[in-house]
């Protein structure tokens, strides 16, 4: 494949002068901030209501469909001017806290914007947290009102009594069709019986408190992850660098915008109190005029469906979402859609080659850390899938990119945003990431970002803040990884699931354009008689069979070994009307030897368990290798005993 692929026209010291020069969209500018020298790009909104204020020339255009409701542009501005106000009504003033946790409504987003017109703080919480997590995390933000839908009204109802004590003067639900407990409003009733009024005229800096989303809480209970309205905002202009590299990549010049050109239209599947969803595709879509189409809950045939209808040109998801939908999705002249982001985990190296068989007009794009994005740039001709890894402590896209340069590395997770700076470190050092060594390219430690997108830190956690944000405004990511020699970073795993520290690993890359991923290009999750295994890599070398649609691979306990490798692998189904996926099911036997002619001996799975259904998630996607790892050990405790049985999700 790589030899069809033609060396690039210009060299990507000279994308950068490009794209940052003079007067273009990513120009940028050093300051010090907070102690912090970040370099921040020039052409960006001073806040979120500013970015919103922007939105006038597009009152006549298509906003927000929602199952049969449809809302311009200009219809959701007075929606969300009579939500600020009613809001104002009720207490809310610049700096203070609007919680929203709901499902993906129309609700959502006005309420976001709403609480922005008036200075406050959006609070994204969690729509699938358990009772504590939820309780924790109003109870952390000491919201002046929350707003809820119908689902979370009784998670709701059970904290009323403690948040009053907090400050918090109102308690919304939203499309409720039942009784609600005392307490609560409905915010339909609560709207009618309040009358919009004029907004207050706010003075609102870029530094200025925006946005707290949370950490996933997978290990501990989540965390607030509070941004600046500049750090936030930031996102606008990372999320389309990609593209526009790839572009000037081929030896094009950067095409201006087009007012003609259509609309774009989105398909949202990604919740959006997740960093994706908001960042990547409300906050996208809404600065280019664009339509989103939102979801109740994800359904791959209904998805297909919709896109047809709506004449989607762009769909996000998890990895997982991205493989279900193009099996049900056939390329015709009605077809819009161009182009594909996901995030949220670790995608299969072969997920750009299995989506380009189904639907040629997709290009491939890949990123970490950030948020998903999709972006025609400036309406320009051309798609684009792309991919990251979800981090809320970075906001937007730390690396990324698009077309040849994913093609001919499809294991790494791009080159850094122009305005933002990456350093690996030993990830054993105890030093501030400024005093740290920065280790030589191929060598794997700790990823550190810094710019003007990292968060401010950790929300009333000021332990935590210390522990991941250094006072000049370097990040500690928690991931490791490794630069090559041309600043391309590849991603492995977190430090934090590390059974032990070894000094940073060296490798060669051998035939790095056609391996999934270089065999040691992690540190270890697994230690099986004192080898260290990446998890990742096996994984990867598993999705080289056509049948399989998702694997997590995970330790067991040995006597003898320490740890054994397992690997809990769902196949595809059998009435995929996809004929690649109609390849010999696996067997135990034959996905060890599919490992064995790619990775070293001892990376071969002791126990490869077939599972029905699918890999237990959260709710931004990311497989839950606790739960997994359950199954695993079952299984294998079962063969153990000599007891046989068919391992259920």
């Given at each position: 494949?790589?030899?069809?692929?033609?060396?690039?026209?210009?060299?990507?010291?000279?994308?950068?002068?490009?794209?940052?020069?003079?007067?273009?969209?990513?120009?940028?500018?050093?300051?010090?901030?907070?102690?912090?020298?970040?370099?921040?790009?020039?052409?960006?909104?001073?806040?979120?209501?500013?970015?919103?204020?922007?939105?006038?020339?597009?009152?006549?255009?298509?906003?927000?469909?929602?199952?049969?409701?449809?809302?311009?542009?200009?219809?959701?501005?007075?929606?969300?001017?009579?939500?600020?106000?009613?809001?104002?009504?009720?207490?809310?003033?610049?700096?203070?806290?609007?919680?929203?946790?709901?499902?993906?409504?129309?609700?959502?987003?006005?309420?976001?914007?709403?609480?922005?017109?008036?200075?406050?703080?959006?609070?994204?919480?969690?729509?699938?947290?358990?009772?504590?997590?939820?309780?924790?995390?109003?109870?952390?933000?000491?919201?002046?009102?929350?707003?809820?839908?119908?689902?979370?009204?009784?998670?709701?109802?059970?904290?009323?009594?403690?948040?009053?004590?907090?400050?918090?003067?109102?308690?919304?639900?939203?499309?409720?069709?039942?009784?609600?407990?005392?307490?609560?409003?409905?915010?339909?009733?609560?709207?009618?019986?309040?009358?919009?009024?004029?907004?207050?005229?706010?003075?609102?800096?870029?530094?200025?408190?925006?946005?707290?989303?949370?950490?996933?809480?997978?290990?501990?209970?989540?965390?607030?992850?509070?941004?600046?309205?500049?750090?936030?905002?930031?996102?606008?202009?990372?999320?389309?660098?990609?593209?526009?590299?790839?572009?000037?990549?081929?030896?094009?010049?950067?095409?201006?915008?087009?007012?003609?050109?259509?609309?774009?239209?989105?398909?949202?599947?990604?919740?959006?109190?997740?960093?994706?969803?908001?960042?990547?595709?409300?906050?996208?879509?809404t600065a280019l005029g664009g339509k989103i189409v939102l979801?109740?809950?994800?359904?791959?045939?209904?998805?297909?469906?919709?896109?047809?209808?709506?004449?989607?040109?762009?769909?996000?998801?998890?990895?997982?979402?991205?493989?279900?939908l193009i099996e049900h999705l056939e390329p015709s002249g009605?077809?819009?859609?161009?182009?594909?982001?996901?995030?949220?985990?670790?995608?299969?190296?072969?997920?750009?080659?299995?989506?380009?068989?189904?639907?040629?007009?997709?290009?491939?794009?890949?990123?970490?850390?950030?948020?998903?994005?999709?972006?025609?740039?400036?309406?320009?001709?051309?798609?684009?899938?792309?991919?990251?890894?979800?981090?809320?402590?970075?906001?937007?896209?730390?690396?990324?990119?698009?077309?040849?340069?994913?093609?001919?590395?499809?294991?790494?997770?791009?080159?850094?945003?122009?305005?933002?700076?990456?350093?690996?470190?030993?990830?054993?050092?105890?030093?501030?990431?400024?005093?740290?060594?920065?280790?030589?390219?191929?060598?794997?430690?700790?990823?550190?970002?810094?710019?003007?997108?990292?968060?401010?830190?950790?929300?009333?956690?000021?332990?935590?803040?210390?522990?991941?944000?250094?006072?000049?405004?370097?990040?500690?990511?928690?991931?490791?990884?490794?630069?090559?020699?041309?600043?391309?970073?590849?991603?492995?795993?977190?430090?934090?699931?590390?059974?032990?520290?070894?000094?940073?690993?060296?490798?060669?890359?051998?035939?790095?354009?056609?391996?999934?991923?270089?065999?040691?290009?992690?540190?270890?999750?697994?230690?099986?008689?004192?080898?260290?295994?990446?998890?990742?890599?096996?994984?990867?070398?598993?999705?080289?069979?056509?049948?399989?649609?998702?694997?997590?691979?995970?330790?067991?306990?040995?006597?003898?070994?320490?740890?054994?490798?397992?690997?809990?692998?769902?196949?595809?189904?059998?009435?995929?009307?996809?004929?690649?996926?109609?390849?010999?099911?696996?067997?135990?036997?034959?996905?060890?030897?599919?490992?064995?002619?790619?990775?070293?001996?001892?990376?071969?799975?002791?126990?490869?368990?077939?599972?029905?259904?699918?890999?237990?998630?959260?709710?931004?996607?990311?497989?839950?290798?606790?739960?997994?790892?359950?199954?695993?050990?079952?299984?294998?405790?079962?063969?153990?005993?000599?007891?046989?049985?068919?391992?259920?999700?």
């Open positions: 494949m790589a030899s069809s692929i033609p060396l690039p026209k210009r060299s990507l010291e000279e994308c950068h002068r490009i794209m940052t020069g003079p007067g273009a969209p990513w120009e940028y500018e050093e300051k010090v901030i907070k102690g912090r020298r970040v370099k921040t790009y020039k052409q960006l909104p001073g806040s979120v209501r500013d970015f919103w204020l922007a939105t006038k020339p597009f009152a006549n255009r298509e906003y927000i469909v929602y199952e049969d409701e449809r809302l311009t542009f200009g219809a959701a501005d007075a929606k969300i001017r009579h939500l600020a106000s009613l809001f104002h009504q009720r207490g809310v003033r610049k700096g203070d806290r609007v919680a929203i946790a709901m499902r993906n409504l129309p609700e959502w987003a006005l309420s976001f914007f709403a609480a922005h017109m008036l200075g406050a703080v959006a609070v994204a919480v969690n729509a699938w947290l358990s009772p504590e997590a939820f309780a924790h995390c109003l109870e952390l933000t000491q919201p002046r009102i929350v707003l809820v839908d119908e689902e979370r009204a009784k998670l709701l109802q059970d904290r009323i009594a403690p948040l009053r004590r907090q400050g918090c003067k109102a308690f919304f639900v939203t499309r409720s069709s039942q009784q609600i407990g005392a307490g609560l409003e409905k915010l339909e009733d609560a709207l009618r019986a309040s009358p919009a009024r004029d907004l207050p005229d706010v003075n609102i800096s870029p530094e200025d408190p925006a946005i707290i989303f949370f950490t996933s809480g997978t290990m501990s209970m989540p965390k607030g992850v509070l941004s600046t309205q500049r750090q936030f905002l930031t996102n606008r202009l990372n999320t389309s660098s990609a593209q526009a590299r790839a572009i000037l990549r081929q030896g094009l010049d950067l095409p201006a915008p087009d007012p003609k050109a259509p609309p774009r239209s989105v398909l949202l599947t990604i919740p959006l109190f997740h960093v994706m969803g908001c960042h990547s595709f409300l906050m996208l879509l979801m109740r809950k994800f359904d791959p045939v209904k998805a297909s469906h919709i896109i047809r209808r709506e004449g989607i040109t762009s769909m996000g998801g998890v990895p997982h979402m991205v493989m279900q009605e077809l819009k859609l161009d182009g594909f982001s996901f995030g949220g985990g670790p995608a299969s190296t072969r997920l750009p080659s299995d989506v380009k068989k189904k639907l040629p007009e997709v290009s491939a794009a890949q990123g970490f850390g950030l948020t998903g994005r999709l972006l025609r740039f400036y309406g320009m001709s051309g798609a684009l899938l792309t991919a990251h890894v979800m981090c809320a402590e970075v906001n937007s896209v730390a690396t990324s990119f698009a077309g040849d340069d994913y093609i001919l590395r499809p294991a790494s997770c791009g080159l850094a945003a122009p305005n933002v700076d990456l350093k690996i470190i030993p990830p054993e050092s105890k030093k501030p990431v400024s005093d740290s060594p920065s280790l030589a390219p191929n060598e794997i430690g700790e990823i550190c970002i810094a710019g003007a997108n990292v968060a401010e830190g950790y929300y009333n956690d000021e332990k935590a803040t210390k522990e991941a944000f250094e006072a000049d405004g370097w990040f500690k990511s928690g991931d490791l990884g490794y630069l090559d020699e041309d600043g391309f970073l590849y991603i492995a795993d977190r430090a934090k699931d590390i059974v032990r520290r070894l000094r940073p690993l060296r490798f060669d890359l051998l035939n790095s354009l056609t391996r999934p991923f270089p065999a040691f290009a992690a540190l270890p999750q697994i230690i099986r008689s004192g080898e260290n295994i990446s998890s990742v890599s096996v994984e990867n070398a598993i999705f080289q069979h056509d049948a399989v649609k998702e694997v997590a691979v995970v330790p067991v306990p040995c006597e003898v070994r320490g740890e054994e490798i397992a690997a809990v692998i769902v196949l595809h189904p059998h009435s995929s009307s996809s004929s690649s996926r109609r390849a010999e099911p696996p067997t135990e036997h034959s996905v060890q030897a599919l490992v064995a002619s790619q990775l070293p001996k001892h990376c071969v799975p002791a126990l490869v368990v077939f599972a029905e259904g699918e890999l237990p998630r959260n709710a931004t996607g990311k497989v839950l290798k606790g739960e997994v790892k359950k199954v695993a050990v079952s299984e294998w405790e079962r063969r153990r005993a000599n007891k046989a049985g068919r391992a259920k999700l």
